[in-house]
Structures are given as C-alpha cells and as structure tokens.
C-alpha cells in the first residue's frame, strides 16, 4: 500500500511517524513538499518516506490518500488537484464538512473524514471516523484507535470534544500555578499533578463499565476535599461554562 499525505504539518508528522513505526504494511509514504523542513525531518528519519515534488504526484501515486492542509487554505489546495474515481481519499482538515470537501475534490472518490490527535505518533491516539470504513478504521486501529461513527451527528459530536485537549492543559496549568502561588516549585507542582491527572484518565479508561458519575462519587470521599472542589466547581458554574463551550464549538464544527 503506498500512503500519500497532501499538507505536511504537525499531525501529517504525527501520523507518518505512527504508521511506520506501528509496523503497518505500505510500500511507500509520499509526502508533499510544501513544509520542507517537516518533509526532510520524515524522509531523513525514515526510508520508507519520499517527498514528492508537488502535490499532485502526491495525489497520482497514493492508494489511500490524506488531506491535512490548514482549512484556510483547503479549498485552494484541493480545488488545483486531479483526483481518481474511486480514489480512497481521508480528509484530517478541521471544520470542513463533506459536501464542500466533495465539491472542490470534484471527483466519485470514497471520502472518509477523521479527527486524529499528536498522540498517534506513540500509538496512544483515539481517532473518529466518518461514515465507518473497515479499511480506514485499521491504519487508525495501527495507531491506537479507532472509532467509526454511524451518523454525521456522532462525527461532529466527537470533533467537538476533542477540542477539550487544550482546557485540559489549561486546567493543568492553573492548578500548577495556584501551588506555584503558595510557594511550591513549579516544577515539583507540575510533576506530581502531570502523573495524577495521567493516573485518573487511564483509571476512566479501563473501568468502562463503570458509569463516570459513579466513579467521580467513588474518588470523593463524602463530605471530604475531592467532593468539595466538585461542589465549588459546580456552584461557580463550572459545569455550566465548559456545557456551553461544547455548543459553540458543535455550532462551529456543523458550520
């Protein structure tokens, strides 16, 4: 299988370095030369990549091809490609639905839409894709996992809420900079917070069964400190503020 990648930015890096350090079977990485020093970086690093000279070599000489240009530029990039019929095409572009990617495409291609995260890169990403395509789904599987999505509406949900990624570190961040405040090293607050929040996520995963409320009740003690930060939290409409966050990035991600 020879994999194409049509924009060679951070997540176009984190995804070649997944894939051909997950073992997956390809011939060949074509990738295109637009960010030469990203493009350098995966050839020099690994054998299997070759830079392309444009775009469109990329585009003729790709089984299974990624889109993961910068939306603001999507529609010029795209809209100057020649595609197949029948071309397995994969768009990573944010905020772009599948009727405008279809009419700059301007091609009967199989288009598959996906929301992959920095972490495949360690085969630790989570990745939704739209609609369910089995083929798809194992490169992503390669890299951590997949999830298919039945309806657009799950899509755009998912795609929603991987926008938390940045109020995590954010709430990291805060919390390191209270203790930072009351006179701990920042460093020493953020080594010991990093591994817990780590520890408490890897907790959510592997209890699945376990409904999220229920374990939020198991790790407070009644009357205790964890049940009066959710408590605080709730009464300064926490809760409230990252619901509503949700919904304007939903309303964004529907266009």
Same mark, same amino acid.
């Given at each position: 299988m020879r994999i194409g990648f049509v924009g060679?930015?951070?997540?176009?890096? $984190?995804?070649?370095?997944g894939i051909v350090t997950s073992g997956f079977d390809?011939?060949?990485?074509?990738v295109s030369p637009r960010n030469r020093e990203i493009a350098a970086r995966? $050839?020099?690093?690994?054998?299997?990549?070759? !830079?392309?000279?444009d775009n469109q070599e990329v585009v003729g000489s790709a089984h299974v091809l990624f889109l993961a240009v910068r939306p603001q530029i999507a529609e010029e990039v795209?809209? #100057?490609?020649?595609?197949?019929? #029948?071309?397995?095409?994969?768009?990573? !572009?944010?905020?772009?639905?599948?009727?405008?990617?279809? #009419?700059?495409i301007k091609e009967e291609v199989?288009?598959?839409?996906? *929301?992959?995260?920095?972490? *495949?890169a360690e085969h630790q990403g989570v990745t939704a894709i739209y609609p369910p395509n089995p083929a !798809?789904?194992?490169?992503?599987?390669?890299? #951590?996992t997949a999830v298919e999505c039945d309806t657009k509406e799950e899509y755009d949900l998912l $795609?929603? $809420?991987?926008?938390?990624?940045g109020t995590y570190f954010g709430i990291l961040d805060r919390a390191t900079g209270w203790l930072a405040e009351k006179g701990m090293a920042r460093e020493k607050a953020r080594a010991y917070l990093a591994p817990l929040f780590a520890s408490v996520?890897?907790?959510?995963?592997?209890?699945?069964?376990?409904?999220?409320?229920?374990?939020?009740?198991?790790f407070s003690t009644v009357g205790g400190l964890n049940e009066q930060v959710f408590d605080e939290f709730e009464r300064g409409g926490g809760s409230r503020a990252l619901t509503d966050a949700l919904e304007a990035v939903l309303r964004r991600v529907k266009g």
């Amino acid at each position: 299988m020879r994999i194409g990648f049509v924009g060679t930015g951070t997540i176009t890096e $984190a995804m070649v370095t997944g894939i051909v350090t997950s073992g997956f079977d390809i011939t060949e990485i074509v990738v295109s030369p637009r960010n030469r020093e990203i493009a350098a970086r995966l $050839a020099n690093r690994f054998p299997s990549v070759r !830079i392309a000279k444009d775009n469109q070599e990329v585009v003729g000489s790709a089984h299974v091809l990624f889109l993961a240009v910068r939306p603001q530029i999507a529609e010029e990039v795209i809209s #100057g490609l020649t595609f197949r019929a #029948g071309q397995a095409v994969v768009s990573v !572009i944010a905020a772009t639905d599948r009727p405008t990617l279809l #009419g700059w495409i301007k091609e009967e291609v199989e288009l598959t839409q996906a *929301v992959p995260l920095p972490f *495949v890169a360690e085969h630790q990403g989570v990745t939704a894709i739209y609609p369910p395509n089995p083929a !798809i789904a194992v490169i992503f599987a390669a890299l #951590g996992t997949a999830v298919e999505c039945d309806t657009k509406e799950e899509y755009d949900l998912l $795609a929603a $809420a991987s926008a938390l990624m940045g109020t995590y570190f954010g709430i990291l961040d805060r919390a390191t900079g209270w203790l930072a405040e009351k006179g701990m090293a920042r460093e020493k607050a953020r080594a010991y917070l990093a591994p817990l929040f780590a520890s408490v996520a890897q907790t959510a995963v592997q209890a699945q069964q376990t409904p999220l409320d229920d374990l939020r009740r198991e790790f407070s003690t009644v009357g205790g400190l964890n049940e009066q930060v959710f408590d605080e939290f709730e009464r300064g409409g926490g809760s409230r503020a990252l619901t509503d966050a949700l919904e304007a990035v939903l309303r964004r991600v529907k266009g």
